[in-house]
């Protein structure tokens, strides 16, 4: 019923910057929020920030100073902006909404993940 496509992900320098971006598509009434987590190899998927449809955002210690989450209410869009990367942010991004659909069911769901590397 709703589908999550990531996209921005890539090869980075330590130290420089990338987009995430994220578009929610399908049987939307509204969005309460959008999300972004992450997971690199042999560790679990933790939050990397979060932000709610009225604006307000949650960001984890590692992210902030750093990331910038923001939407487009009008896209069902939400986007990850990511400066100063280090190796350790190095992992499979995903990307998290709570959904209310036309039948006024209210689900999460993830997308299928895009992967960020830091790297020299």
């Known amino acids: 019923q709703v589908q999550l496509v990531e996209s921005g992900g890539g090869l980075v320098q330590p130290g420089g910057s990338l987009r995430l971006s994220c578009a929610a598509s399908?049987?939307?009434?509204?969005?309460?929020?959008m999300g972004w987590y992450r997971q690199a190899p042999g560790k679990k998927r933790d939050l990397v920030a979060n932000?709610?449809?009225?604006?307000?955002?949650n960001y984890a210690d590692s992210a902030k100073d750093r990331f910038t989450i923001s939407t487009d209410n009008a896209k069902n869009t939400v986007y990850l902006e990511m400066k100063s990367l280090k190796p350790e942010d190095t992992a499979v991004y995903y990307c998290?909404?709570?959904?209310?659909?036309?039948?006024?069911?209210?689900?999460?769901?993830w997308g299928q993940g895009t992967q960020v590397t830091v790297s020299s």
């Open positions: 399908g049987s939307i009434f509204t969005i309460y929020g």
């Open positions: 932000i709610a449809r009225a604006g307000r955002t």
């Open positions: 998290n909404a709570d959904v209310v659909t036309t039948d006024w069911a209210t689900n999460n769901y």
